[in-house]
């Protein structure tokens, strides 16, 4: 079991909004990174620190942050948002260090 | 322009030890807060992080494959390596590797190579 958990699938209707979540214990201390990936293709960065978007990100896109939840919104969804959609965060150990792990993913339809 | 490209072998065979290399282009392994990490993705499947190196040299794997990783780098032919050993038919992936960059709070990949297909079969 992933120690991020996100939903399998969320749909949104063309235009409206949507937000995926992601939780874990680690985002309580860190922060999440989101990405996209669509079919065939290598994931994209969409979302990092508290709320960043990389250049070319469009800005219906945002993140937050409440506890163990970090969440990515669409305003007004796309047809060309339809991807999946992955959480990741950095993880701490104690003693064994520490590494990232990713979400499991969410499968989003735009309808 | 930041790129990154994978390479290795197509098809590995049960047991073999597994090398990938990722050639890093437009920007300097020597970068302070700046890192790479490999990612990989069974067919159908979700993104799982395996392994980083920093620019000093700092590494770390996911728990559940630290036996069988090791990452290293190569800053003055700008290259990444992974290898995996005792391969099993559970290793068939896409992997990708991408730069890994610091920041308070986290790290994030910012850009991520187009992905190598390996199929371990015998």
């Known amino acids: 079991s992933s120690e991020l958990t996100q939903d399998p699938a969320v749909s949104v209707a063309l235009g409206q909004t949507v937000r995926i979540t992601c939780q874990g214990d680690?985002?309580?201390?860190?922060?999440a990174s989101w990405y996209q990936q669509k079919s065939g293709k290598a994931p994209v960065l969409v979302i990092y620190?508290?709320?960043d978007r990389p250049s070319g990100i469009p800005d219906r896109f945002s993140g937050s942050s409440s506890g163990n939840t970090a969440s990515l919104t669409i305003t007004g969804a796309q047809a060309e948002d339809e991807a999946d959609y992955y959480c990741?965060?950095?993880?701490?150990?104690?003693?064994?260090?520490?590494?990232?792990?990713f979400g499991g993913g969410t499968k989003l339809t735009v309808l | 322009q930041v790129t990154l490209k994978e390479s290795g072998p197509v098809l590995v065979k049960p047991t073999e030890t597994l090398t990938l290399t990722c050639t890093v282009s437009g920007l300097s392994l020597r970068n302070s807060r700046m890192g790479v990490s490999w990612i990989r993705q069974p067919p159908g499947k979700a993104l799982e992080w395996l392994a980083y190196i920093f620019s000093s040299d700092a590494k770390s794997y996911t728990p559940s494959l630290k036996s069988r990783l090791s990452i290293s780098k190569d800053t003055s032919i700008s290259q990444v390596v992974l290898t995996m050993t005792n391969v099993d038919p559970g290793d068939t992936a896409t992997y990708y590797c991408?730069?890994?960059?610091?920041?308070?709070?986290?790290?994030?990949?910012?850009?991520w190579g187009q992905g190598t297909l390996v199929t371990v079969s015998s």
């Open positions: 620190g508290r709320a």
């Open positions: 680690s985002l309580t201390k860190y922060y």
């Open positions: 990741n965060s950095r993880v701490d150990r104690g003693g064994s260090g520490e590494h990232l792990v």
């Open positions: 991408a730069r890994m960059r610091q920041a308070v709070g986290q790290y994030y990949l910012d850009f």
